[in-house]
């Protein structure tokens, strides 16, 4: 089932805060968060897998509650180059393919 | 390190042609995965290999939809015959272990007209 992004677009001037959000009906063993410029391929971002803490990368981190089946993308202090649409994909476990969200369009204004 | 290939970049077929597609992983990599990227809307996995063995084909339109992984590397998805709602960008990734970290290709913009 596909995991649900909200919001679905979101427009910031430079500096200031996002957060992206992704959740889920079923239960989760992982989140993956991808970056996708226009006509570009998706770039990975960061996994978080079930029991695991909060990570980051830079000023973009996230957060995984196994309970909520949910998953917060933060964007701290953006810059332009944050730029783009970003996907959740959702793994139920083992070895499957990733079920991605429909994504957020997040536009950094300068 | 060399990323995914895939080739052509872009294709333009007319509705009942059929089309393939290529695309070759990151060498080691054991999974591999085609996705279907419609206009607007996120990747949607249509297959996935691990090595040359289906782990999973469940969303892949059989009935014109085909793709094969021969000796485990290079992967061919193929279209016959095409339909006007196939028009979409054609994404291969590849991953060291299934549900690890993908990298994907540039895609193939496929237009059926």
């Known amino acids: 089932q596909q995991p649900v992004q909200s919001p679905q677009a979101v427009i910031l001037r430079e500096g200031e805060d996002a957060v992206i959000n992704c959740s889920s009906s079923?239960?989760?063993?992982?989140v993956h968060w991808y970056r996708q410029k226009h006509g570009e391929a998706p770039v990975f971002l960061m996994i978080?897998?079930?029991?695991?803490e909060q990570k980051g990368h830079e000023k973009i981190s996230a957060s995984f509650n196994e309970k909520k089946q949910q998953s917060s993308l933060y964007l701290t202090a953006s810059q332009l180059s944050y730029s783009g649409t970003y996907f959740c994909?959702?793994?139920?476990?083992?070895?499957?393919?990733?079920?991605f969200g429909k994504g957020t369009h997040l536009i950094i204004q300068p | 390190e060399a990323g995914v290939a895939q080739s052509p970049r872009y294709k333009i077929i007319e509705k009942r042609q059929s089309v393939a597609f290529w695309c070759n992983p990151i060498?080691?990599?054991?999974?591999l995965y085609w996705y279907q990227q419609i206009l607007g809307q996120g990747p949607k996995l249509l297959i996935q290999?691990?090595?040359?063995?289906?782990?999973?084909d469940s969303q892949l339109p059989k009935d014109r939809f085909s793709a094969e992984r021969l000796k485990g590397v290079d992967s061919t998805l193929k279209i016959q015959p095409a339909k006007l709602e196939d028009s979409a960008v054609y994404l291969c990734?590849?991953?060291?272990?299934?549900?690890?970290?993908?990298?994907f290709g540039q895609g193939t913009r496929l237009t059926v007209v």
């Open positions: 990734a590849s991953s060291l272990g299934g549900g690890g970290r993908a990298f």
């Open positions: 079923k239960a989760l063993y992982s």
């Open positions: 978080l897998l079930k029991g695991g």
């Open positions: 994909g959702t793994g139920g476990g083992g070895a499957d393919g990733l079920t």
């Open positions: 060498s080691g990599h054991a999974t």
């Open positions: 290999f691990q090595n040359n063995g289906v782990v999973d």
